[in-house]
Protein backbone atom coordinates (compact mmCIF):
# COMPACT_ATOMS: atom_id res chain seq x y z
CA UNK A 1 0.00 0.00 0.00
CA UNK A 2 1.53 3.23 -1.03
CA UNK A 3 0.63 6.92 -1.25
CA UNK A 4 2.28 9.33 -3.80
CA UNK A 5 1.84 13.01 -4.71
CA UNK A 6 2.93 15.20 -7.02
CA UNK A 7 1.78 19.15 -8.34
CA UNK A 8 -1.14 19.50 -10.08
CA UNK A 9 -0.82 23.07 -11.42
CA UNK A 10 -1.90 26.12 -9.28
CA UNK A 11 -5.13 28.45 -8.64
CA UNK A 12 -5.15 31.78 -7.26
CA UNK A 13 -1.39 31.16 -6.19
CA UNK A 14 -2.46 28.15 -4.02
CA UNK A 15 -0.86 24.71 -5.08
CA UNK A 16 -3.19 22.26 -6.28
CA UNK A 17 -1.87 18.28 -5.86
CA UNK A 18 -2.79 15.02 -7.40
CA UNK A 19 -2.43 11.93 -4.83
CA UNK A 20 -2.25 8.30 -6.25
CA UNK A 21 -3.22 5.57 -4.13
CA UNK A 22 -2.26 1.78 -4.73
CA UNK A 23 -2.54 -1.04 -3.35
CA UNK A 24 -1.50 -4.26 -3.55
CA UNK A 25 -2.95 -5.71 -6.15
CA UNK A 26 -2.34 -3.46 -9.09
CA UNK A 27 -5.04 -1.37 -8.30
CA UNK A 28 -4.53 2.51 -7.77
CA UNK A 29 -6.93 5.76 -7.33
CA UNK A 30 -5.47 8.94 -8.33
CA UNK A 31 -7.12 12.06 -6.42
CA UNK A 32 -6.87 15.77 -6.81
CA UNK A 33 -7.86 18.23 -3.51
CA UNK A 34 -9.09 20.47 -5.94
CA UNK A 35 -12.81 19.55 -6.35
CA UNK A 36 -12.02 16.09 -4.65
CA UNK A 37 -11.28 14.90 -8.19
CA UNK A 38 -11.17 11.68 -8.88
CA UNK A 39 -8.61 11.84 -12.58
CA UNK A 40 -7.85 7.91 -12.40
CA UNK A 41 -9.07 4.55 -11.71
CA UNK A 42 -6.54 1.88 -12.57
CA UNK A 43 -7.42 -1.59 -12.55
CA UNK A 44 -7.07 -5.32 -14.12
CA UNK A 45 -8.79 -6.80 -16.56
CA UNK A 46 -9.34 -10.89 -16.78
CA UNK A 47 -5.58 -10.86 -18.65
CA UNK A 48 -4.22 -8.66 -16.06
CA UNK A 49 -3.90 -5.65 -18.23
CA UNK A 50 -4.03 -2.67 -16.01
CA UNK A 51 -6.07 0.50 -17.82
CA UNK A 52 -7.89 3.48 -16.82
CA UNK A 53 -11.98 3.03 -16.31
CA UNK A 54 -12.99 6.80 -15.47
CA UNK A 55 -13.17 9.74 -18.17
CA UNK A 56 -11.65 12.47 -17.03
CA UNK A 57 -8.91 15.80 -18.19
CA UNK A 58 -5.34 15.44 -18.41
CA UNK A 59 -4.78 18.63 -16.58
CA UNK A 60 -6.13 21.10 -13.98
CA UNK A 61 -7.00 23.53 -16.41
CA UNK A 62 -9.76 21.53 -17.87
CA UNK A 63 -10.88 20.21 -14.87
CA UNK A 64 -11.42 23.94 -13.83
CA UNK A 65 -13.85 24.21 -16.80
CA UNK A 66 -15.27 20.89 -16.17
CA UNK A 67 -19.05 21.04 -16.90
CA UNK A 68 -19.41 17.20 -16.97
CA UNK A 69 -18.21 16.97 -13.78
CA UNK A 70 -15.81 13.98 -14.44
CA UNK A 71 -15.24 12.16 -10.86
CA UNK A 72 -15.91 15.57 -8.41
CA UNK A 73 -17.29 15.85 -5.26
CA UNK A 74 -20.98 17.39 -5.57
CA UNK A 75 -22.49 19.19 -2.65
CA UNK A 76 -23.94 21.25 -0.75
CA UNK A 77 -26.78 19.05 -2.90
CA UNK A 78 -26.68 16.86 -5.54
CA UNK A 79 -28.62 16.72 -8.44
CA UNK A 80 -31.49 19.61 -9.39
CA UNK A 81 -33.49 21.65 -7.03
CA UNK A 82 -36.30 22.92 -9.03
CA UNK A 83 -36.80 26.72 -9.12
CA UNK A 84 -33.63 27.26 -7.02
CA UNK A 85 -35.55 27.51 -3.97
CA UNK A 86 -36.86 25.67 -0.95
CA UNK A 87 -38.12 26.91 2.85
CA UNK A 88 -36.66 26.32 6.32
CA UNK A 89 -39.18 26.35 9.25
CA UNK A 90 -41.31 29.10 7.25
CA UNK A 91 -37.86 31.29 5.73
CA UNK A 92 -37.68 30.87 2.07
CA UNK A 93 -34.02 30.49 0.50
CA UNK A 94 -32.78 31.30 -2.72
CA UNK A 95 -30.34 29.62 -4.75
CA UNK A 96 -27.57 30.04 -7.28
CA UNK A 97 -29.54 28.93 -10.59
CA UNK A 98 -26.59 27.64 -12.78
CA UNK A 99 -28.97 25.61 -15.30
CA UNK A 100 -32.01 27.40 -16.46
CA UNK A 101 -34.35 27.98 -13.71
CA UNK A 102 -32.85 24.65 -11.87
CA UNK A 103 -30.63 24.69 -8.79
CA UNK A 104 -27.74 21.78 -10.26
CA UNK A 105 -25.43 20.08 -8.53
CA UNK A 106 -24.25 22.67 -5.59
CA UNK A 107 -24.52 26.01 -7.56
CA UNK A 108 -21.70 27.79 -9.74
CA UNK A 109 -19.69 26.93 -7.47
CA UNK A 110 -20.61 23.82 -5.23
CA UNK A 111 -17.81 21.18 -4.10
CA UNK A 112 -16.73 20.46 -7.21
CA UNK A 113 -14.85 23.64 -7.97
CA UNK A 114 -13.01 24.53 -4.25
CA UNK A 115 -9.97 23.48 -2.54
CA UNK A 116 -10.27 20.84 -0.21
CA UNK A 117 -7.82 21.02 2.39
CA UNK A 118 -6.23 16.87 2.47
CA UNK A 119 -4.53 14.52 4.97
CA UNK A 120 -3.00 11.08 4.16
CA UNK A 121 -4.68 8.23 5.75
CA UNK A 122 -1.66 4.74 5.94
CA UNK A 123 -3.01 1.84 7.58
CA UNK A 124 -2.11 -1.76 6.69
CA UNK A 125 -4.58 -2.88 4.04
CA UNK A 126 -5.92 1.09 3.45
CA UNK A 127 -4.29 4.18 2.21
CA UNK A 128 -6.51 7.52 1.84
CA UNK A 129 -7.06 11.06 2.12
CA UNK A 130 -9.38 12.68 3.88
CA UNK A 131 -10.49 15.47 2.47
CA UNK A 132 -11.90 18.97 4.57
CA UNK A 133 -13.88 22.12 3.40
CA UNK A 134 -15.96 24.49 5.61
CA UNK A 135 -19.02 25.88 3.19
CA UNK A 136 -19.71 29.02 4.91
CA UNK A 137 -23.21 30.33 5.71
CA UNK A 138 -24.81 32.05 1.88
CA UNK A 139 -22.72 30.39 0.01
CA UNK A 140 -24.44 29.62 -3.33
CA UNK A 141 -28.07 30.59 -1.10
CA UNK A 142 -27.48 27.87 1.23
CA UNK A 143 -28.13 28.43 4.88
CA UNK A 144 -25.57 27.54 7.69
CA UNK A 145 -21.59 27.58 8.13
CA UNK A 146 -21.27 23.38 7.16
CA UNK A 147 -18.20 21.45 8.15
CA UNK A 148 -17.61 19.26 5.43
CA UNK A 149 -15.22 15.47 5.77
CA UNK A 150 -15.22 13.10 2.56
CA UNK A 151 -12.59 10.24 2.96
CA UNK A 152 -11.48 8.26 0.02
CA UNK A 153 -9.89 4.71 1.07
CA UNK A 154 -8.39 2.11 -1.44
CA UNK A 155 -8.41 -1.42 0.26
CA UNK A 156 -6.53 -4.26 -0.54
CA UNK A 157 -9.81 -6.03 -1.40
CA UNK A 158 -9.64 -3.75 -4.66
CA UNK A 159 -12.50 -1.24 -2.81
CA UNK A 160 -12.78 2.10 -3.64
CA UNK A 161 -14.40 3.28 -0.28
CA UNK A 162 -16.09 7.07 0.33
CA UNK A 163 -17.14 8.39 3.74
CA UNK A 164 -19.12 11.62 4.03
CA UNK A 165 -19.87 13.37 6.80
CA UNK A 166 -21.18 16.94 7.47
CA UNK A 167 -22.61 19.20 10.57
CA UNK A 168 -24.40 22.65 10.60
CA UNK A 169 -24.58 25.40 12.73
CA UNK A 170 -28.29 25.82 11.23
CA UNK A 171 -30.56 23.72 9.76
CA UNK A 172 -29.73 23.38 5.68
CA UNK A 173 -30.00 20.82 3.25
CA UNK A 174 -27.32 18.18 2.65
CA UNK A 175 -26.87 15.46 -0.07
CA UNK A 176 -23.58 14.61 -1.22
CA UNK A 177 -22.13 12.04 -3.73
CA UNK A 178 -19.41 11.41 -6.04
CA UNK A 179 -19.57 11.95 -9.71
CA UNK A 180 -17.25 9.67 -11.45
CA UNK A 181 -17.81 8.07 -15.25
CA UNK A 182 -16.83 4.75 -15.72
CA UNK A 183 -15.76 2.69 -18.50
CA UNK A 184 -15.26 -0.79 -17.28
CA UNK A 185 -13.58 -1.11 -20.89
CA UNK A 186 -10.68 0.68 -20.57
CA UNK A 187 -11.55 2.21 -23.68
CA UNK A 188 -14.09 5.21 -24.20
CA UNK A 189 -14.20 4.57 -27.68
CA UNK A 190 -16.03 1.49 -26.46
CA UNK A 191 -19.39 3.22 -25.63
CA UNK A 192 -21.12 1.06 -22.49
CA UNK A 193 -24.24 0.09 -24.17
CA UNK A 194 -23.46 -3.67 -24.07
CA UNK A 195 -22.37 -3.51 -20.77
CA UNK A 196 -24.58 -5.91 -18.20
CA UNK A 197 -26.21 -3.73 -15.59
CA UNK A 198 -28.23 -5.11 -12.16
CA UNK A 199 -29.97 -2.09 -10.01
CA UNK A 200 -31.84 -3.36 -6.61
CA UNK A 201 -34.76 -1.03 -7.45
CA UNK A 202 -38.19 -1.78 -7.96
CA UNK A 203 -39.18 1.71 -8.08
CA UNK A 204 -37.78 5.33 -9.68
CA UNK A 205 -38.89 8.91 -9.28
CA UNK A 206 -41.03 9.66 -12.69
CA UNK A 207 -39.66 13.35 -13.43
CA UNK A 208 -40.83 16.20 -15.88
CA UNK A 209 -39.52 17.21 -19.13
CA UNK A 210 -36.54 19.45 -16.35
CA UNK A 211 -35.94 16.35 -14.83
CA UNK A 212 -37.43 17.50 -11.80
CA UNK A 213 -39.66 14.68 -9.94
CA UNK A 214 -43.46 15.03 -10.06
CA UNK A 215 -43.44 13.45 -6.61
CA UNK A 216 -44.60 10.13 -8.41
CA UNK A 217 -42.78 6.51 -7.70
CA UNK A 218 -43.32 4.39 -10.60
CA UNK A 219 -42.68 0.31 -10.93
CA UNK A 220 -39.89 -0.37 -12.89
CA UNK A 221 -41.57 -3.70 -14.19
CA UNK A 222 -41.98 -3.63 -17.82
CA UNK A 223 -40.32 -0.70 -18.57
CA UNK A 224 -36.98 0.60 -19.91
CA UNK A 225 -35.99 1.04 -16.24
CA UNK A 226 -36.11 -2.45 -15.06
CA UNK A 227 -33.06 -3.58 -14.41
CA UNK A 228 -33.95 -5.91 -11.23
CA UNK A 229 -32.80 -8.76 -13.28
CA UNK A 230 -29.31 -8.32 -15.61
CA UNK A 231 -29.32 -6.28 -18.73
CA UNK A 232 -27.83 -4.73 -21.19
CA UNK A 233 -27.63 -0.96 -20.88
CA UNK A 234 -28.36 -0.72 -24.35
CA UNK A 235 -31.46 -3.02 -24.71
CA UNK A 236 -34.07 -0.20 -24.25
CA UNK A 237 -32.46 2.90 -24.15
CA UNK A 238 -34.02 3.95 -27.43
CA UNK A 239 -36.84 4.44 -26.00
CA UNK A 240 -35.63 6.58 -23.26
CA UNK A 241 -35.32 10.33 -24.98
CA UNK A 242 -32.14 11.50 -24.63
CA UNK A 243 -31.01 8.35 -22.60
CA UNK A 244 -31.03 7.33 -18.98
CA UNK A 245 -30.65 10.17 -16.23
CA UNK A 246 -33.07 8.65 -13.59
CA UNK A 247 -33.08 8.07 -10.11
CA UNK A 248 -33.77 4.95 -8.76
CA UNK A 249 -35.41 3.91 -5.24
CA UNK A 250 -32.98 1.27 -3.64
CA UNK A 251 -35.21 -1.34 -2.16
CA UNK A 252 -35.02 -1.41 1.45
CA UNK A 253 -32.94 1.35 2.07
CA UNK A 254 -32.18 2.56 5.56
CA UNK A 255 -28.80 3.27 7.15
CA UNK A 256 -27.02 -0.45 6.74
CA UNK A 257 -24.68 -0.38 3.97
CA UNK A 258 -25.87 -2.34 0.80
CA UNK A 259 -25.46 -3.57 -2.43
CA UNK A 260 -27.01 -1.70 -4.59
CA UNK A 261 -25.45 -2.11 -7.98
CA UNK A 262 -23.79 -4.58 -10.57
CA UNK A 263 -22.12 -3.63 -14.05
CA UNK A 264 -20.08 -6.23 -15.90
CA UNK A 265 -18.26 -5.67 -19.11
CA UNK A 266 -17.95 -8.82 -21.06
CA UNK A 267 -15.07 -7.57 -23.27
CA UNK A 268 -12.59 -6.74 -20.40
CA UNK A 269 -13.83 -9.31 -17.87
CA UNK A 270 -14.19 -6.36 -15.63
CA UNK A 271 -17.14 -6.12 -13.30
CA UNK A 272 -17.92 -3.28 -10.40
CA UNK A 273 -20.52 -3.75 -7.46
CA UNK A 274 -21.73 -0.43 -5.66
CA UNK A 275 -22.73 -0.70 -2.07
CA UNK A 276 -24.26 2.43 0.31
CA UNK A 277 -26.33 3.84 2.59
CA UNK A 278 -27.72 6.00 0.27
CA UNK A 279 -31.44 5.85 -0.63
CA UNK A 280 -30.87 6.79 -4.11
CA UNK A 281 -28.95 5.61 -6.85
CA UNK A 282 -29.18 7.83 -10.12
CA UNK A 283 -28.01 6.18 -13.41
CA UNK A 284 -26.60 8.85 -15.97
CA UNK A 285 -25.25 7.37 -19.56
CA UNK A 286 -23.35 10.26 -20.54
CA UNK A 287 -25.45 11.97 -22.70
CA UNK A 288 -23.28 14.08 -24.33
CA UNK A 289 -25.66 14.18 -27.32
CA UNK A 290 -24.45 16.78 -30.31
CA UNK A 291 -21.86 18.00 -27.78
CA UNK A 292 -19.06 15.65 -27.42
CA UNK A 293 -15.69 16.40 -24.82
CA UNK A 294 -12.62 16.17 -25.33
CA UNK A 295 -10.75 13.94 -22.89
CA UNK A 296 -8.05 12.11 -21.35
CA UNK A 297 -4.67 11.99 -24.07
CA UNK A 298 -6.85 14.03 -26.66
CA UNK A 299 -9.77 11.00 -26.92
CA UNK A 300 -13.58 11.79 -27.57
CA UNK A 301 -15.83 11.01 -25.25
CA UNK A 302 -19.01 10.53 -27.29
CA UNK A 303 -23.03 9.65 -26.43
CA UNK A 304 -22.89 6.60 -23.71
CA UNK A 305 -18.60 6.76 -23.17
CA UNK A 306 -19.32 6.40 -19.80
CA UNK A 307 -22.08 5.60 -17.10
CA UNK A 308 -22.30 7.43 -13.83
CA UNK A 309 -23.90 4.93 -10.87
CA UNK A 310 -24.29 7.89 -7.66
CA UNK A 311 -25.34 7.15 -4.89
CA UNK A 312 -27.61 9.59 -2.79
CA UNK A 313 -30.72 11.45 -2.03
CA UNK A 314 -33.63 11.94 -4.35
CA UNK A 315 -33.39 14.88 -6.53
CA UNK A 316 -35.60 18.06 -5.47
CA UNK A 317 -36.17 16.79 -2.36
CA UNK A 318 -36.39 19.74 -0.12
CA UNK A 319 -39.02 20.52 -2.08
CA UNK A 320 -40.91 17.03 -2.16
CA UNK A 321 -42.12 16.32 1.52
CA UNK A 322 -42.44 12.66 0.77
CA UNK A 323 -39.17 11.55 0.13
CA UNK A 324 -35.99 10.86 2.78
CA UNK A 325 -35.38 14.24 4.36
CA UNK A 326 -31.83 15.98 3.45
CA UNK A 327 -32.35 18.08 6.12
CA UNK A 328 -29.74 18.73 8.51
CA UNK A 329 -30.37 20.22 11.73
CA UNK A 330 -27.28 21.59 14.76
CA UNK A 331 -26.50 18.56 16.58
CA UNK A 332 -27.13 16.17 14.06
CA UNK A 333 -24.37 14.16 11.46
CA UNK A 334 -24.54 13.19 8.17
CA UNK A 335 -23.07 10.37 7.68
CA UNK A 336 -23.28 8.41 4.45
CA UNK A 337 -20.94 5.97 3.06
CA UNK A 338 -20.54 4.19 -0.76
CA UNK A 339 -18.09 1.72 -2.11
CA UNK A 340 -17.82 0.77 -5.51
CA UNK A 341 -15.99 -2.65 -5.54
CA UNK A 342 -14.24 -3.48 -8.67
CA UNK A 343 -13.07 -7.30 -9.57
CA UNK A 344 -13.52 -9.97 -12.03
CA UNK A 345 -16.53 -11.82 -13.95
CA UNK A 346 -16.43 -15.52 -13.58
Excluded at 77 to 82: K, V
Excluded at 175 to 203: C, K
Excluded at 238 to 264: C, P, T
Excluded at 312 to 320: A, G, I, K, V
Aim: glycine share 8%; charged share 20%; hydrophobic share 30%.
Amino acid sequence: MNISTIPFGEIDGRQITLFTLANDYKMSLKITNYGGIVTSIQVPDRSGNIEDVVLGFDNLDDYCKNEPYFGAIIGRFANRIAGGTFNIENKHYKLTRNHGNIHLHGGEKGFDKVIWQANEIKQDDVVGIRLIYNSPDKEEGYPGNVDVEVTYELANSNEFRITYRATTNQPTHVNLTQHSYFNLSGDPDNDILNNYLWIDANRYTEVNSDLIPTGKFINVSGTPFDFTQSRRIGCRIDQIEGGYDHNFEINNSGNALKKAAIVRDSKSGRKMEVFTTQPGLQFYTANFGDKPVRGKNNRTYKNYSGFCLEAQHFPDTPNQPAFPSTLLKPGELYLHKTIYRFGITS
